[in-house]
């Protein structure tokens, strides 16, 4: 069963799609208000503010500056196996840091040309916030695209104390 909720927040109301576990819900999606290709609510799905409420208080913590990682059940299956190691990739940054796009296709094994599929992947990333890739960045350290918008990128790089140069 596909659950929702939103959670108000310094970026405006983020909506919360996840999947229903026998250990609680998987999270699927979190969307921010204008992101591009974020979730909409769909027929059929519960709204289920309770289901996400350790979600939600981890990210008021993570705004109040008082949490640098999330544990949270991401539900499986969405992205091609490509994304979902960029995906991993992005996992591995460490709060208040930062990396090229050109670093992350190292790691997943694509230097080079594989830039611009790092790019994409990680604007299909459906997890934006918890799942970081707002710590990626250009590789001159100038801020590149973002889905939720490069005001908001700025924003979270500034919460974690992470130096990007515009």
């Given at each position: 069963m596909t659950m929702y909720a939103t959670v108000d927040s310094p970026l405006g109301e983020l909506l919360l799609v996840g999947e229903e576990t026998t250990g609680g819900v998987a999270l699927a999606s979190l969307s921010l208000?204008?992101?591009?290709?974020a979730a909409v609510v769909r027929d059929g799905w519960v709204?289920?503010?309770?289901?996400?409420?350790?979600?939600?208080?981890?990210l008021r913590e993570y705004f109040e500056g008082r949490?640098?990682?999330?544990?949270?059940?991401?539900a499986d299956g969405a992205g091609t196996g490509f994304q979902r190691r960029v995906w991993a990739a992005l996992d591995t940054v460490p709060y208040g840091e930062t990396v090229s796009y050109g670093q992350i296709a190292e790691r997943v094994g694509t230097?080079?040309?594989g830039v611009r599929a790092v790019g994409t992947a990680i604007g299909r990333?459906?997890?934006l916030v918890v799942r970081p890739c707002h710590r990626v960045i250009g590789a001159d350290?100038?801020?590149r695209g973002y889905a939720g918008g490069l005001e908001r990128k700025e924003r979270l790089l500034g919460l974690e104390g992470a130096l990007a140069v515009r």
């Amino acid at each position: 069963m596909t659950m929702y909720a939103t959670v108000d927040s310094p970026l405006g109301e983020l909506l919360l799609v996840g999947e229903e576990t026998t250990g609680g819900v998987a999270l699927a999606s979190l969307s921010l208000p204008g992101q591009k290709g974020a979730a909409v609510v769909r027929d059929g799905w519960v709204h289920a503010p309770e289901a996400f409420a350790g979600i939600a208080a981890q990210l008021r913590e993570y705004f109040e500056g008082r949490r640098t990682r999330f544990d949270i059940v991401y539900a499986d299956g969405a992205g091609t196996g490509f994304q979902r190691r960029v995906w991993a990739a992005l996992d591995t940054v460490p709060y208040g840091e930062t990396v090229s796009y050109g670093q992350i296709a190292e790691r997943v094994g694509t230097p080079g040309s594989g830039v611009r599929a790092v790019g994409t992947a990680i604007g299909r990333n459906p997890l934006l916030v918890v799942r970081p890739c707002h710590r990626v960045i250009g590789a001159d350290g100038a801020l590149r695209g973002y889905a939720g918008g490069l005001e908001r990128k700025e924003r979270l790089l500034g919460l974690e104390g992470a130096l990007a140069v515009r």
